[in-house]
């Protein structure tokens, strides 16, 4: 196994930094022991929630050492691995963006969650950071202190430290037991760098790291793999490992180690961006009620928020002015302080719960039928709470939303407060290509733009107009090229596209 702790992209770490990375390991190990020689068998079935959408075959593994599950084989021509995990829904919604591109270009996408391996020591590492991860996120809408002085800092500064990859990378090592089994020649499209770092660890032969975001930080970083980005802003900083310490001027990527492709975005979005933004203008024009998307994601932040947006536009919604969807994810509790603390808010709801089928018809008919109230959507399954958004977007005038992954999809969005200081670069860089606000940051500004989007026709008009010229220069075309990149075993060929 190579030692990536001690050297990242020709920059040497110094004693110091590889010691508190190999204590880090030490220290996971000693808590949830080391598998790393343990044989988990690997079964392939079809995954039932978005199996027929996305063509999604999921990876299982069975006991150390028990006898493989029934199941499909890996299909070793038109086979991709895609490695993630769930923290927030921010990586599974990636993760489905390069599914739909790979069914939609005649590949088998196979999705291999290492979040999802209770028994493994992978899992249990993960699991444990993606809880002190999601507290983090809760607390630092909760404290204005603890988001200044902690969580802005971390996701700013702290996360963007090659120091920090340092530890990851030895961390990653405790996660490379479930690629055992795993062929080692089947492409990887890696959507958080620790399935990537493991993959590499593993000896898995064609790696495709897509970095999300649009601040360089090196936690993404798993040197060994093919890292993609969504904009250029990105690629520069990547390149020259811009400010991952300090003020140094470090030794830069290789060239062939990074790609710039553009937004990681699902087949059934780019496909249908011309109708769907038509759609738009012409309810608008006819003045049908304003359809606002607002999506509470993974880590269950900014409830209060929506809570503010939800009470302005109730007098709205009762006037047939606006229509609200409110995607609740897996977190059924969300909605439930909702309805206690907003009075009449039940009375002009529809609850779409636990019922996918019925969902998925709902997306579908509002497409080309008229809307009016408010729908609430939750749903237990974590695939389906995440892929509900994808569903509804195409159906929306504006999707609300903090600026994490869906800063870079192709709907009208806008741009509520972040949640870590790396977020805001999403709503920058949104802003700029056109097809999003800036991000406001209070409540009032918020607010103030839910009005302008209601009264003034050339604000929507003016984003569609920007997403599709987008889509005409492949803004949004990165998930064909991800999977292009894998199948191609991962190696530059960006001069192609």
């Not at 150390?64 to 990586?91: C, T, W, Y």
């Not at 249908?272 to 509470?296: S, Y």
């Not at 928020?305 to 109730?314: C, E, N, P, R, W």
């Not at 969005?413 to 802003?431: D, M, N, P, T």
Request: with cysteine; glycine share 8%; aromatic share 10%.
């Amino acid at each position: 196994m190579s030692e990536r702790s001690k050297v990242i992209f020709g920059n040497p770490m110094p004693e110091s930094v590889y010691r508190k990375a190999v204590r880090s390991k030490k220290k996971y190990a000693g808590k949830f022991g080391d598998d790393s020689a343990a044989d988990y068998p690997v079964t392939v079935k079809k995954n039932e929630h978005i199996g027929d959408l996305l063509g999604v075959m999921d990876v299982r593994l069975g006991e150390d050492g028990s006898a493989p599950q029934d199941g499909e084989a890996f299909d070793m021509d038109k086979g991709i691995i895609v490695g993630n995990i769930r923290m927030g829904f921010g990586h599974y919604r990636i993760s489905m963006a390069i599914a739909s591109a790979a069914k939609s270009m005649g590949y088998v996408p196979y999705w291999m969650d290492l979040n999802s391996y209770r028994h493994t020591t992978c899992t249990k590492v993960i699991s444990a950071q993606n809880d002190l991860y999601s507290l983090g996120s809760r607390l630092s809408g909760k404290s204005r202190l603890f988001n200044r002085l902690v969580w802005e800092p971390m996701n700013y500064e702290g996360f963007r430290k090659l120091s920090y990859n340092a530890s990851d990378q030895k961390n990653a090592e405790l996660m490379a037991a479930v690629y055992r089994n795993v062929p080692k020649d089947i492409p990887v499209v890696a959507t958080h760098v620790w399935p990537a770092q493991a993959a590499i660890h593993a000896g898995m032969k064609h790696v495709v790291n897509a970095v999300p975001d649009n601040w360089p930080m090196a936690l993404h970083l798993a040197e060994g793999s093919l890292h993609t980005v969504q904009t250029h802003f990105a690629y520069q900083g990547y390149r020259i490992l811009n400010g991952m310490k300090g003020k140094a001027v470090l030794q830069p990527m290789p060239d062939s180690d990074l790609v710039y492709t553009g937004h990681y975005i699902d087949h059934e979005l780019v496909s249908n961006i011309e109708n769907d933004c038509a759609h738009r203008i012409r309810r608008q024009e006819e003045g049908k009620p304003f359809r606002f998307l607002l999506t509470i994601g993974g880590a269950g932040a900014q409830k209060e928020i929506f809570a503010a947006i939800i009470k302005h536009l109730l007098p709205a919604i009762r006037k047939n002015k606006a229509a609200l969807y409110v995607n609740v994810g897996d977190y059924r509790n969300v909605w439930e302080e909702l309805v206690r603390e907003i009075p009449g808010l039940r009375e002009v709801s529809t609850e779409h719960f636990n019922e996918w089928e019925e969902t998925q018809a709902f997306a579908e008919n509002a497409l080309t039928q008229d809307v009016n109230g408010v729908h609430a959507f939750w749903h237990e399954n974590i695939f389906e709470a995440v892929y509900c958004t994808n569903l509804l977007m195409r159906s929306c005038d504006v999707l609300v939303t903090k600026p994490s992954e869906l800063a870079f999809y192709p709907v009208p969005k806008l741009f509520i407060k972040r949640v870590g200081g790396h977020e805001q670069w999403g709503a920058i860089h949104s802003a700029e290509i056109g097809d999003g606000t800036l991000e406001c940051r209070d409540i009032p500004h918020t607010l103030q733009m839910i009005g302008l989007f209601i009264k003034e026709k050339g604000l929507l008009g003016g984003i569609c107009d920007n997403i599709v010229r987008n889509k005409a220069a492949g803004v949004y075309d990165g998930a064909y090229k991800v999977v292009e990149l894998a199948m191609k075993g991962g190696k530059s060929y960006e001069a192609e596209f």
